[in-house]
T-cell receptor
């Protein structure tokens, strides 16, 4: 009974490189949420996706950030041309079709931009 | 818009004592969910407990219980018989239906032996 799987756990990128973060939801879950946690802060919503659709991207920065959740495979959060300020923990959560009473998170990807 | 407030940035509690972590929220909606998460120093987010706005009884999960006072818009987490392993950051969060969670700023709980 695998939970939400995120990889990599840790990612180091130089400024200007691309970061790709992956999230495989729990089995049977078709809703994926991405959150960002800056050091010493709470989690901030970024984007909510269902299979092949972006439902709510109100928390996504307008530039350099994109997300997808294809029909097959994991959800991907992509950050182009990373900057130092992108250094954070990125968490993915998934839920099923019914009311979201148990939002389970993956272990997060800690991105460090050097 | 939803807003979650956690007014205790840090707390120190003696081992085996009960602890209450405060959480208040602001919403005009009648249907919503309230969540508590634990984040230990290792960084993962661990789901603890959920309370629906229409649930008449307070939620309980083992040593965790949620003191839900709807009229006051508060959803405090109570941990009974605290243990050293309870030392962590604790986040309160809320959502509507199947939508995004809005988090508070967290409370850092330290259990003293």
């Amino acid at each position: 009974n695998a939970g939400v799987m995120q990889n990599p756990r840790h990612l180091v990128r130089r400024r200007g490189q691309e970061a790709r973060l992956r999230c495989s939801p729990m089995k049977g879950h078709s809703h994926v949420y991405w959150y960002r946690q800056l050091p010493e802060e709470g989690l901030k919503f970024m984007v909510y996706l269902q299979k092949e659709n972006i439902i709510d991207e109100s928390g996504m920065p307008k530039e350099r950030f994109s997300a997808e959740f294809p029909k097959e495979g994991p959800s991907i959060l992509r950050i182009q041309q990373v900057v130092r300020g992108d250094s954070a923990a990125y968490f993915c959560a998934s839920s099923g079709q019914v009311l979201n009473t148990e939002a389970f998170f993956g272990q997060g990807t800690r991105l460090t931009v050097v | 818009a939803q807003k979650i407030t956690q007014t205790q940035p840090g707390m120190f509690v003696q081992e085996k004592e009960a602890v209450t972590l405060d959480c208040t929220y602001d919403t005009s909606d009648q249907s919503y969910g309230l969540f508590w998460y634990k984040q230990p120093s290792s960084g993962e987010m661990i789901f603890l407990i959920y309370q629906g706005s229409y649930d008449e009884q307070n939620a309980t999960e083992g040593r965790y219980s949620l003191n839900f006072q709807k009229a006051r818009k508060s959803a405090n987490l109570v941990i009974s018989a605290s243990q050293l392993g309870d030392s962590a950051m604790y986040f309160c969060a809320m959502n509507f239906g199947n939508e995004k969670l809005t988090f508070g700023t967290g409370t850092r709980l330290t259990i003293i032996p």
